[in-house]
């Protein structure tokens, strides 16, 4: 992977404070593939988004992610503590079989593409009154073939998929893409009970970012005011440099 450069990273944090969830997102997934087109990252499958944004962390800032949760048991509530390594889940990456997902329940006969990150924008976009109309919302668009008692479905039928249906597209998808949605177990240490953690690549990935941003131009702004160099020159240091000059104005 091409590390993206300070400035490039700068431009991403300054671009994503005015935004939300999947617009930050989005640009943190050109900040990890800047030569694909926008449209064409919307594309992509969310296991592999998820890697792509797990190998531009594993550049920014590491391996090592460090995770904190309380135990969901409310007479516990303990504070948890554990760690995951970004390189594992850089190399998962969705492998679906060729021509996209084969799917047969009862009278119905599908086959899907994985889900997209444009797919989850467009259910969003529609407001569905619960989860069934989401799930049903994304299986129609995912269907790139259907049929129902050997005719081939037609499209209003294929936006009423049947609950059995919609649970066996559930679970080729995530056979096929299990990096898409990451939930971990994790043991209380304090009484034993599981607790269930999803981790958000692209929302850790943001706060770590943010964090960054606010520190380097706060380097910046030492650095200018000490030597008159302006955030260019200064973004050109290297880290190391860039360090070594900042104690050097703190001993003066």
Known sequence: MTVTGPAELLATWEAGLAEQGAARALLLHRAARPEAAPDALLAVPLGERAADLFALRRALFGDR??????????ACGAAMEFELDAGEFAATRPRPPEGGLRV???????????????????????RPT?????RRLLAARCALAAQRAGREATGEEVAQLPDPVLKRFAEAAEAADPGAELTLE???PECGAATPAELDIAAYLWTE????????????HLLASAYGWSEPEIL?????????????CADA
């Open 130 to 134: 619960d989860g069934t109309d989401a």
């Open 236 to 248: 050109a240091l290297s880290p190391l440099r860039r360090r070594y000059y900042l104690e050097l």
């Open 209 to 220: 970012l943010d964090a960054w941003a606010r520190d380097l131009l706060l380097d910046v």
């Open 104 to 126: 047969t329940e009862g009278e119905w006969t599908l086959r899907f593409r994985l889900p997209a990150a444009a797919d989850l924008a467009a259910v969003a976009a529609a």
């Open 65 to 74: 992610l460090e995770v904190t949760l309380a135990c969901t048991v409310p």
């Open 186 to 188: 994790i043991a209380c």
